[in-house]
């Protein structure tokens, strides 16, 4: 079982949607975890931090925690073209180990 | 405002030559990562500076070295280069909160080919 698993999409879904991406982890301890967007051919980019349980919004993006079920979502609400990216997931796993999920591609069709 | 500077951007090496690639950061983090990003794998951890002074191994760690020359800068180098390790290379720096890690920051990348 991979440590972090996302699918890998690609997730279409048309202008102005909600976009729903999805990662589970397998380390109960795990205390940070982190959205990042990649376009092709580019570094990753921060998206979204979260530690706690819940919810936690920021403009267009929500990210949820559940460290009972051991999932970590991102929402993108008002889906642009421009959010066509892929999307890794990232979990720290106590230390200062981070272990990224492959990512998921996201198209918005505009 | 540089963040994290990677060199070189692009090389080309034939197996079993060595090379080093350098990483810079001149945010002040105290730790810095190597990263791997191969198609369809996402990023693997090769090594990791918890602060200065200081490297761990990371997930694919063989094959590899590393050095904290200081705060700033964490080099990893390639003994004798293999096929295997044709990949895209990632530098990337965070501060360490209350939590764990804080947000890493990463360079723009080393695109290393080996023929």
């Known amino acids: 079982q991979k440590e972090v698993e996302q699918n890998s999409g690609p997730l279409s879904v048309p202008e102005g949607a909600i976009a729903s991406l999805n990662c589970t982890y397998s380390d109960r301890g795990s205390q940070s975890f982190f959205w990042y967007r990649q376009y092709s051919g580019k570094s990753p980019e921060l998206i979204m931090f979260i530690y706690s349980n819940g919810d936690k919004e920021d403009g267009r993006f929500t990210a949820q925690l559940n460290k009972a079920s051991q999932y970590v979502s991102l929402l993108i609400r008002d889906s642009q073209p421009s959010d066509s990216a892929t999307y890794l997931c990232?979990?720290?796993?106590?230390?200062?180990?981070?272990?990224f999920g492959a990512g998921t591609r996201l198209f918005v069709k505009a | 405002n540089a963040g994290v500077t990677q060199t070189p951007k692009f090389q080309v090496l034939k197996t079993g030559q060595s090379m080093t690639l350098q990483c810079a950061q001149d945010m002040n983090h105290n730790s810095m990562y190597w990263y791997r990003q191969d198609p369809g794998m996402g990023l693997r951890l090769i090594y990791y500076s918890a602060s200065e002074g200081t490297t761990d191994k990371g997930e694919v760690p063989n094959g590899y070295n590393v050095s904290r020359l200081n705060k700033r800068e964490f080099s990893l180098r390639l003994e004798s280069a293999a096929p295997s390790q044709t990949s895209v290379y990632f530098c990337?720096?965070?501060?360490?909160?209350?939590?764990?890690?804080?947000?890493?920051?990463f360079g723009d990348g080393t695109r290393l080919s080996i023929l």
């Open positions: 990232a979990v720290t796993t106590g230390g200062f180990k981070t272990i």
């Open positions: 990337a720096s965070s501060e360490r909160g209350a939590y764990g890690n804080q947000p890493q920051h």
